[in-house]
């Protein structure tokens, strides 16, 4: 039996710095994955290098019930770049654990069951995320998952006001889906999605585990929206590359909640310590900013290359999928060989998420190696 995590695919790697990792053998690539998204600082980014070693003389962990001060300045930090309506945060250690979270609050703040999500959505591959999560080949085999759950047509508000009723607790979203193939809400979706949860009581659940933390071109990429979402969740680049888990709600939320949840590990001041470091020089390197600009520039050069293998190119900031018109996997090889490592958004598209770091010239080098790959493909 083979499971996810058994290495599928060569290389191993060693180490890494920002941008560039390098593999057992002394080869050298550019990252243009960031592992699915991890990596918005690049690897071992000093300022979280720093933070994480400065911590680890101090306190590595304590319980999620006692308070410490790594997690109060976290805390405090990542709410101040957060939606403002957004006063709560639960920590946890993964993006599924995240979501998780954010389906039992919902649940337990409005007593209702049902949650709405989207086709083609990915929010995490435990029982609870998973169950809203779309694609059949996750979920099957390990059905009957959470009931309750129904999936409706992407960027469709008529099907999702259809489906929302009063004993709907939530709606839960991505505003770009990644795992799904880098599909962008359309700009009346969001907002559709908002009126009708208001409409009907239930709760707008963003899951901004991918796209957050300057990945789009925004902090939160709702903020293009203009919509404020009940619950956020957010994890992978977080903190800088160390395992984490942030589940944002409104104060609303947290009083109407009735029931208990926690984990062991949430908080741990080694990951809260490597967070603020992450919020920060995100903040002062102006991160989003710099992903809008190298994302445009990037999303313009792969559209105008002409390749009759491409059928759409479509992302926001550095979050872009190149769908094509045969299977990727000969692409991201292609690549691969070449030194450049991206990843798939389904079995057509070639998916990018560089670190936001990423110096110009290697961003250069990875997309003329991609108008090579998709020439000769
Ligand atoms: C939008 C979204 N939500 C949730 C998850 C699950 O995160 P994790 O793999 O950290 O559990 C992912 C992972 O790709 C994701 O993209």
């Known amino acids: 039996m083979e499971f996810a995590c058994s290495p599928k695919r060569a290389p191993t790697f060693v180490r890494g710095s920002m941008a560039t990792l390098w593999d057992d053998e002394g080869n050298e690539y550019i990252d243009c994955g960031a592992s699915f998204g991890v990596g918005n600082l690049g690897h071992c980014n000093p300022a979280v290098v720093e933070a ?211 984990s062991t590990f949430g908080g741990n001041p080694l990951a809260c310590a490597a967070g603020t470091a992450a919020i920060d020089y995100t903040v002062r390197e102006r991160l989003p900013e710099r992903a809008e600009r190298l994302g445009s520039w990037a999303m313009d050069e792969i559209r105008g290359l002409e390749a009759p293998g491409v059928r759409e190119v479509r992302g926001l900031g550095l979050m872009i999928g190149i769908e094509l018109r045969e299977k990727a996997a000969p692409v991201l090889e292609a690549l691969q060989d070449d030194g450049v490592i991206a990843i798939g958004g389904g079995s057509s598209v070639v998916r990018l998420l560089p670190p936001l770091v990423i110096p110009e010239e290697q961003w250069t080098r990875a997309i003329e190696s991609l108008g090579r790959a998709l020439r000769h493909g």
């Open 52 to 262: 994480i070693t400065s911590q680890a003389k101090e306190l590595i962990h304590v319980g999620p019930t006692f308070g410490t001060d790594a997690k109060a300045a976290f805390t405090e930090k990542l709410l101040s770049v957060a939606p403002r309506n957004l006063g709560r945060v639960f920590l946890s250690n993964s993006g599924s654990e995240a979501v998780e979270a954010a389906i039992k609050f919902a649940r337990a703040s409005t007593g209702r069951t049902q949650v709405v999500a989207a086709m083609r959505g990915f929010h995490g591959r435990t029982m609870g995320a998973l169950s809203a999560t779309w694609r059949r080949e996750f979920r099957e085999p390990f059905e009957p998952l959470v009931p309750g759950f129904e999936h409706v047509p992407y960027n469709d508000a008529g099907a999702l006001r259809k489906t929302v009723t009063k004993d709907t607790a939530a709606v839960i979203l991505e505003a770009v889906q990644g795992e799904g193939g880098v599909h962008v809400a359309s700009p009346e979706y969001l907002p559709a999605a908002r009126e009708i949860c208001d409409a009907s009581g239930a709760l707008l659940i963003l899951d901004e585990v991918q796209t957050g933390m300057g990945r789009t071109g925004r902090m939160f990429a709702v903020e293009r929206w203009g919509v404020l979402p009940d619950i956020l969740t957010v994890a992978k680049s977080l903190a800088g590359g160390v395992p984490i888990g942030a589940t944002l709600t409104t104060e609303a939320v947290e009083r109407g909640f009735k029931g208990s949840h926690n």
